[in-house]
């Protein structure tokens, strides 16, 4: 029994399939079997004539192919190749393991593409699963984009018969070299980044305490609120603060690629991490995915490993804000519906932006604030302390004055977040300092006495919850790493308490 390896989607992963094949005697027929969708079982019409049209003979016997795992759902005409090849080299002796085959067939024996075949190989290159393919040549421009596969580009069915027949001596038409991005390497893992900064701090004018604020966030990964007057930078700062995030490892920018896909956008392959911005209008399954019937991504999934942005953060529906706890504080989605259960990953660095009243002007020194106690009141009482005590970082920006001055770059802040992320990665951690673990911060949060007897007062004065307390460790060792301490002192950990929400 020969067999070949194709491929399929599940929820938003892609899952090897083994197409396995048996020549039996008895009447002729043509079956498949394991949870093939229409599109797979219409292959039996595009295999035969495919054959037929090209001088070879269709077996006169009981042909049977099962697509494995059978409790696995397929869709797709991609398995179309890999059918009519096991047909066709039923009697050779060519050695067919680790060979991925992906390609629609045409009645003359043509190879095309799907729509299916970017996303499904990405996604497995993505997971590690695949080494080689065979493709339709088509597609071979666009495929070559993803680093480490061989790839075998077939414009028709005998190509790809003799490809297999003579595998030794063929050489791939398509061999990706990886990311090609200024790196550095750690402990045999590289990190990509990028020198360009299409928008850039230069462009902000004073709001010294927000800059220093969106450095540590952006080195740490810590979600940040920023409040203040309409036009006094909120936007500005959440927007420039996408270049400056730490660089990416080729697993991470695999996946943003791969989302890049879902979200229908031509990947890029850069080591720039997403940043959704989220309108206070959207609907809870635009933001978190959803789907009767197949369960799709949403913004939050979307922005993994980059930023999710909601800007008029108060006027966002109190089920979206609530709900947004969960990946704020797990890092994962769950989206259960009758048909299907869904988790994905969703760890991203949140940016809320909000006025300090509905009218906007409480804060501004030079206009009136049309808005009464009460009115104020409601308008915070919609973030709830649940929700707030996921935020680590919260900064009242300043007004605006004539006298802000240019202080800092993009530039001069992405080198700082570099250092900082050697430094991370150097003492072995492995998640980004807001996302360490309970045994992480044991081990990486090492204060010193003096910082320790700050901690003590700040939980006995503030009533601090447990959440609190490792938020504000967390901060702190961010703001220690970017000074170059080992050990966090009594200053890191008071920078680190005045970014609480008071």
Not at 10 to 37: C, Y
Not at 168 to 183: L, T
Not at 298 to 316: C, K, R, T, Y
């Amino acid at each position: 029994m020969k067999s070949l390896n194709c491929a399929t989607y599940e929820a938003l992963d892609a899952k090897v399939v083994n197409v396995e094949f048996t020549l039996t005697k008895g009447l002729p027929s043509f079956s498949i079997v394991g949870m093939a969708s229409t599109a797979i079982t219409e292959a039996k019409e595009r295999v035969k004539s495919a054959l037929l049209s090209n001088d070879y003979s269709f077996p006169p016997k009981r042909i049977t192919f099962s697509l494995a795992p059978s409790e696995l759902s397929k869709s797709g005409s991609q398995f179309d190749l890999s059918m009519a090849l096991l047909i066709l080299l039923e009697e050779s002796n060519c050695d067919l393991s680790g060979w991925f085959v992906f390609g629609e067939l045409g009645l003359d024996g043509a190879v095309k593409e799907n729509v299916q075949l970017y996303p499904l190989i990405l996604s497995l290159a993505n997971q590690g699963l695949i080494e080689k393919a065979v493709v339709p040549a088509e597609a071979l421009e666009k495929l070559s984009k993803i680093p480490n596969i061989a790839f075998y580009g077939v414009s028709r069915l005998t190509d790809a018969v003799e490809l297999l027949k003579h595998q030794e001596s063929v050489e791939p038409s398509v061999v990706s070299s990886g990311i090609e991005y200024p790196f550095y390497e750690i402990e045999g893992e590289k990190y990509f980044y990028m020198k360009e900064y299409p928008e850039d701090f230069i462009d902000v004018k004073g709001q010294e305490v927000a800059k220093r604020a969106a450095l540590i966030a952006a080195a740490g990964f810590h979600n940040i609120l920023l409040e203040g007057s309409p036009g006094c930078g909120k936007s500005m700062i959440a927007s420039r603060l996408r270049y400056i995030l730490p660089p990416m490892s080729e697993q991470e920018i695999l996946e943003g690629a791969k989302l890049q896909v879902l979200d229908g956008v031509e990947p890029s392959f850069a080591p720039r991490r997403a940043m959704q911005s989220v309108h206070h209008t959207a609907t809870s399954a635009s933001v978190f995915g959803g789907g009767s019937h197949r369960a799709k991504i949403g913004e939050v999934g979307l922005a993994h490993n980059g930023i999710l942005f909601f800007d008029e953060l108060p006027h966002f529906s109190k089920t979206v804000l609530e709900s947004l706890r969960e990946p704020m504080q797990d890092g994962r989605i769950r989206i259960s519906r009758v048909n299907s259960k869904v988790e994905y990953p969703a760890n991203f660095l949140f940016i809320g932006a909000m006025n300090p009243c509905p009218c906007g002007n409480f804060l501004d020194a030079h206009k009136e604030c049309r808005c009464n106690e009460l009115e104020i009141q409601r308008y915070k009482n919609r973030l709830s302390d649940p929700f707030l005590d996921r935020v680590d970082m919260s900064v009242v920006m300043q007004n605006v004055s004539v006298d802000d001055r240019v202080s800092v770059s993009s530039k001069e802040l992405h080198k700082r977040v570099v250092e900082t992320h050697i430094i991370m990665k150097r003492r072995g951690q492995k998640s980004f300092n807001a996302k360490m673990s309970d045994a992480e911060i044991e081990r990486f949060c090492v204060l010193s006495d003096d910082a320790k007897g700050v901690l003590e007062q700040a939980v006995s004065r503030f009533t601090l919850s447990f959440r609190s307390i490792k938020k504000v460790q967390k901060v702190a060792r961010t703001i220690a790493d970017l000074e170059g301490s080992e050990i966090i002192q009594r200053e890191h950990l008071l920078e680190a308490l005045s970014y609480r929400r008071r």
